[in-house]
């Protein structure tokens, strides 16, 4: 029988998406081999879920007969995404207008910042962070931010553990970060230069949500060669934040509940 | 068993994806009851198989109990329609930067259009399609554009089925729409007025792929009141196609047939 699982406590639930997982860091499409490797599965198993997946559209095999993730996924994320997306899109496309510059509205998920929407244009910089990308906090403006102005317990549980150098500029000493996010909240944002990647400098500011808690930042990414204009930016930066919060508090209590799940997780998984 | 199919023929897998369907039109998050309801399964077995589904972050439960699609598959969505994404982006930014009109770009996926990716400031027309939006071809210019290019049998298949009614300015007459999409291929572009909603018109050019088939469109969508300016934005527009079509001659076989797979479907769905 389809349904029935082969081994104890593995259920075939957990083998769809086990073969779903494969896709996740899959930098293109995938033969049925690598699958069954990657997620672990027998050959036979994952030939018959696969086809499975594929009449529903889950996943799309190619004329090379390797699988990718299919455009329905696709089409389910983005309505399920959309909503925050529909309401930061406009004020930070006139962001864009004003500078020019690559801007993002970034939230923080676990340990990490997540991009909910990026606007550039064809003079952009390296991409580092695309929509949907995950980052740690501490070497990204965005992420300094959101941990500034994080519960103590938090930004202590974070600081307690190896902070990952991405370059040799990373802050990765937690005294050092510690005094920087002190300086972020009383200068009300964060910068970083080069700590993320070589040729890149960032620039944040803080989103609030009606509560009061900051949920979301705002950022500006330029070649590091250009690191001084930065202050130059923030008054429209904080234009764009007061256009955001106003919209958030517009928003029917649901809706704002609705967001929150999806972006931030559970209270639970905050905690964490 | 967890895994073990109740009904003959209808496996753990169908269910798993019966599930997921049932958040394809949701307008927002749903309960439990709602979810077994829709995707015609037994309570005790959704609740089974969405424990496990939220447990991965396919799902999450919100605070009000609620269930909607988790960030996870927005994820993996995201990481796989990114690669067309990426190429059309900053040539429609620059587009919009010329305009500061909506502007998008849209392929063919069986009788509809699909949203690939969409450029809008605050000075925006009604949100008929967001990106992840699917609408008839006909009462569309990217549509128009999409149907005029396609061979004779898809066209005549097409127009051979009722046209929807969308407005009452659409073209449902199908001689009409043959004629029109006639003066489509000589003039290299469609435009509506009012024929997907009062108070809207659209102008929409072809994108062609490397092996010179017709795979996407460019549209500008204005308020119908501006009709009679469209001419002047179809320079800028060719302008986009001529970077769009540079674009995707320079990419490499495999990744070409990747976005197609992804976006257009195998060439068998594509005769259907």
Redesign the interface.
Known sequence: ?????REPGR????R??AI?ET??S?P??LQLTDIATTAGLPLSTVHR?VA??EQ?G?L?????GRY???????????????RLR?IV???L??L??LT?ETVHFAVR?GTEV?YVDR????R?VP?IA???A?LPLHPTAVGKVLLAYEEDWFREAYLAHALERRSRYTITDPRRLARELEVVREDGYAQTQEEIALGLCSVAVPVRAPRGDVVAAVGIVLPSVRFAEIPRFLPSMRGTVVRLEKLFRGLPQ??E??IR???L???VERKQ
Do not use: C, K
């Open positions: 029988m389809a349904g029935q699982p259920t075939t639930t957990s769809v998406l779903l896709f996740e899959a293109g499409p879920l499975e997946l529903w889950a799309q095999r190619g004329p090379d990718q993730v299919g455009i329905r996924l696709w089409e389910i994320g983005q309505n399920a995404g959309r529909d899109h406009p004020p496309q006139d864009f207008d020019h998920r997540i606007i550039y244009g064809s952009r991409r695309r929509v949907g995950r649901p809706v509940q609705a799940t999806f972006w997780g559970s209270s």
